[in-house]
């Protein structure tokens, strides 16, 4: 059982949340497994996906130990599969009406080019594309719940990112002279440019949507790189649980900030002046779109 008083959560608000289904992406590991413990400790309802259900399953079981909770259900999502979020969205829908909260939290750091199921460049596919797909699929759940939020983890490497992709074709599949860096900057990058699109969409909607940072925290993001990588980014970090506490206030609080609000942290940040730029964001959705089979 969780020692209440262990929490680093212990000043935050519970009446906004509790009872509140919130649905975080990719909970199996680092930011998202101790978001959404700190979300069942507030008393929230939460939903956990992932691609490996028997490591979903365990994450499930560890996660209602740590916060004393039992409100967590898992569901199997691959956001490399454009027919498993299509499944994951029929098999949500078919338990839950609406929904209060979406953290599109999963993401890939790939040191290799790498494709998902769909054909797709992978960072790419699992950063942008499938999130992209998600929300837009869950927009009436999250409508019939309003005032709702969606929380887009973004990263302040989208600052390092070039706008080359949005040209498509190669520059998007990445086929040559691959970068794990540039792919990730770059995925991170859309992150923060669909979130000002879902502003300017949703404006009438009462749903509020934020890009948020979580610093360099130390996870699995980089498990895939050479050893003195993952050395320096442990060095260079925080630990998960405390890199979640500003997204758990982010996802609890009852007025967090205007809707379209870039966080660093706790610090309101202004994003890459292209997030802001409408013509980008179009040209974004339609590259998604086309891309969506
Ligand atoms: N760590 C940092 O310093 C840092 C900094 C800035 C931003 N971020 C962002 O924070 C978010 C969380 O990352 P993290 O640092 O907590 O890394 P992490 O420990 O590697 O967690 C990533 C999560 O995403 C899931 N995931 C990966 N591929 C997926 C797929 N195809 N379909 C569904 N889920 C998938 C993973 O599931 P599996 O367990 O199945 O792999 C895992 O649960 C990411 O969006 C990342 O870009 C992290």
């Not at 996660?63 to 498993?84: C, F, H, N, P, T």
């Not at 998600?134 to 990112?161: F, G, W």
Request: aromatic content about 6%; proline content about 4%.
């Amino acid at each position: 059982m969780a020692r209440k008083d262990d929490s680093l959560l212990k000043n935050l608000q519970k009446e906004h949340i509790e009872g509140r289904l919130c649905l975080v992406t990719g909970a199996t590991s680092g930011i998202g497994k101790a978001t959404a413990i700190g979300l069942l400790e507030l008393g929230a309802q939460v939903v956990i996906t992932a691609r490996d259900i028997a490591r979903g399953q365990a994450t499930q079981r560890e996660i209602q130990m740590k916060s004393g909770r039992s409100r967590v259900e898992l569901y199997e999502l691959d956001l490399a599969s454009q027919d498993s979020i299509r499944k994951f969205i029929k098999d949500f829908k078919k338990r839950h009406k609406g929904l209060d909260v979406l953290i599109n939290n999963a993401g890939v750091f790939h040191p290799e080019r790498a494709e998902s199921a769909d054909g797709v460049e992978a960072t790419f596919a699992v950063n942008h594309l499938g999130p992209f797909l998600l929300t837009e699929s869950l927009l009436d759940v999250l409508k019939k719940n309003a005032p709702s939020r969606i929380i887009n983890v973004a990263s302040a490497l989208h600052y390092q990112a070039k706008t080359d992709f949005l040209s498509g074709g190669p520059a998007l599949d990445r086929k040559e002279n691959y970068s794990g860096f540039q792919a990730y900057n770059d995925s991170k990058l859309c992150n923060v440019i669909y979130t000002m699109d879902l502003l300017r969409k949703l404006q009438s909607q009462n749903i509020s949507v934020y890009a948020f940072h979580p610093g360099v925290v130390d996870t699995g993001l980089v498990r895939e790189y050479p050893g003195f990588v993952k050395f320096a980014w442990s060095m260079l970090s925080k630990s998960a649980k405390k890199a979640a506490i500003p997204l758990v206030e982010l996802a609890s609080l009852p007025d967090p900030g205007p809707s379209g609000t870039y966080f660093h942290g706790k610090k309101r940040k202004k994003p890459l002046a292209v997030a802001n730029d409408a013509t980008s964001a179009d040209r974004l959705r339609q590259i998604s779109e086309e891309l969506l089979s």
